[in-house]
C-alpha cells in the first residue's frame, strides 16, 4: 500500500480526490490536510466519514507527513510555494505548476511565481496523450482537458488560425470559495461568457498544442460537467484521427457518427466523451468533449496520473461509466 496525504482536502477538487483514494485497492490515506478545519475529525467535512481517518491536520503537516503520494488541492498562489518532499510523487492539481514560461504566470493567474527557476521540473501530464515523466506532476486544468482531448491528435490536420473553442462549465469549476459570482442568485436561469480572451487556460492550451486558440468560457447552471465545442477548418480526417488516439483507452472515447456527447452521461464519472460532426454549411468540422469538471477535469485525472507515477493501472479508483448492453 502507498501512503497519500491530500493538501486542501476540504475543498472541491480535495473531496473528489478523498472518495477516490478511499476506493483505491492501493492507496491509504495518512493525512487530511484542511487549515479551515485542522484538529477536526474527518466526519467534520462529511458526517460519512468514519473513525479510521486521521483527524485534520494544517496543510503543512500534512505535506512533512511522510506519504508516498501527495494530492496538492490548494490555490495557485499556495501551491506555487510548495517544497516539495523528497522522493514523494506529488500531484498538483492548481495550475502553479503547468506553465513552462514562467512570464506568463503574472499576466494570467494574477500572481508573481516565486518559483519559476523550478517549473521544468514539473510534468505537464494529461495520461492518454503525455504521460507524467517524473514525480512531481502539475494536473491540468479542466477546460484545457477538454480542449486538449478534442485538439492534440488534430493539431497537424486543422489550419490552427481557424480554431475556436466555446467552453461551457458547472459552477462547482469556480472552486468552493464563496464569490459572487457563484452566488446562486447569479448562476440559476442565466449562462454568462466570463474572462473573455484572458483565461488562465488559454496558454495551457496552446502549450500543448503548440499554437494559440480562441477561447471563450461559460458558466452554466449546473452544478458539475464541462463542454467544449471546438470548430475547426480541417485538412485531414479528423475522425479517424480521434479513434486512433484513443482506441486503447479506457477513460477516453470517440462516439459514434451522430451521437451528441451529454453532460448528464459524464457527470460524476471519470471519463470523457467526443464527438465529431460535419458542418454542411462551411467547411467547418465540430468537435466536441464533454466532462466532469471535478472527475476528467481534476481528482480523477490526479488519481490516474499518480497510478501511473506509481508504476499501477490507471485506471484504479477511478469512476468509469458501464457499457450498456
Excluded at 507527513?65 to 500531484?91: I, K, M, N, T, Y
Excluded at 496523450?129 to 486543422?158: E, H, Q, R, V
Amino acid at each position: 500500500m502507498a501512503t497519500v496525504a491530500i493538501l486542501g482536502a476540504s475543498g472541491y477538487a480535495g473531496q473528489e480526490t478523498l472518495d477516490r483514494v478511499l476506493r483505491h485497492p492501493e492507496l491509504e490515506v495518512v493525512a487530511l490536510g484542511s487549515d479551515s478545519l485542522a484538529g477536526e475529525p474527518a466526519a467534520a467535512l462529511d458526517f460519512r466519514l468514519n473513525g479510521s481517518l486521521p483527524r485534520f491536520v494544517p496543510n503543512d503537516e500534512a505535506l512533512a507527513s511522510g506519504a508516498d503520494v501527495v494530492f496538492a488541492c490548494l490555490s495557485h498562489d499556495r501551491a506555487a510555494l510548495l517544497d516539495p518532499p523528497a522522493g514523494a510523487v506529488v500531484v498538483d492539481l492548481s495550475g502553479a505548476h503547468r506553465l513552462q514560461d514562467s512570464a506568463l504566470y503574472p499576466a494570467w493567474y494574477g500572481f508573481e511565481h516565486p518559483g519559476a527557476a523550478t517549473l521544468g521540473e514539473w510534468s505537464y501530464a494529461l495520461p492518454e496523450l503525455f504521460p507524467p515523466t517524473g514525480s512531481l506532476i502539475a494536473n491540468p486544468g479542466c477546460y484545457a482537458t477538454a480542449a486538449i482531448l478534442a485538439l492534440a491528435p488534430l493539431k497537424d490536420a486543422i489550419d490552427p488560425a481557424s480554431v475556436v473553442v466555446d467552453a461551457k462549465s458547472g459552477v462547482s469549476g469556480a472552486g468552493r470559495q464563496l464569490k459572487e459570482s457563484s452566488h446562486a442568485g447569479f448562476v440559476l436561469e442565466n449562462l454568462s461568457p466570463y474572462k473573455i480572451g484572458a483565461h488562465q487556460h488559454a496558454p495551457e492550451i496552446a502549450q500543448a498544442l503548440g499554437f494559440p486558440v480562441c477561447f471563450v468560457p461559460h458558466l452554466l447552471p449546473v452544478r458539475r460537467g464541462l463542454l467544449a465545442t471546438c470548430y475547426v477548418e480541417p485538412v485531414g480526417d479528423i475522425r479517424s484521427l480521434l479513434e486512433d488516439a484513443y482506441a486503447g483507452s479506457d477513460v477516453v472515447s470517440v462516439l459514434p457518427e451522430g451521437v451528441v456527447p451529454e453532460l448528464a452521461r459524464v457527470q460524476h464519472t471519470d471519463g470523457a466523451e467526443i464527438a465529431v460532426f460535419a458542418d454542411r454549411a462551411t467547411s467547418r468540422t465540430v468537435v466536441i468533449c464533454a466532462l466532469d469538471n471535478l472527475g476528467k477535469g481534476a481528482a480523477g485525472q490526479a488519481l490516474q496520473n499518480a497510478n501511473l507515477a506509481l508504476g499501477l493501472d490507471q485506471t484504479l479508483g477511478l469512476r468509469l461509466a458501464g457499457v450498456l448492453v
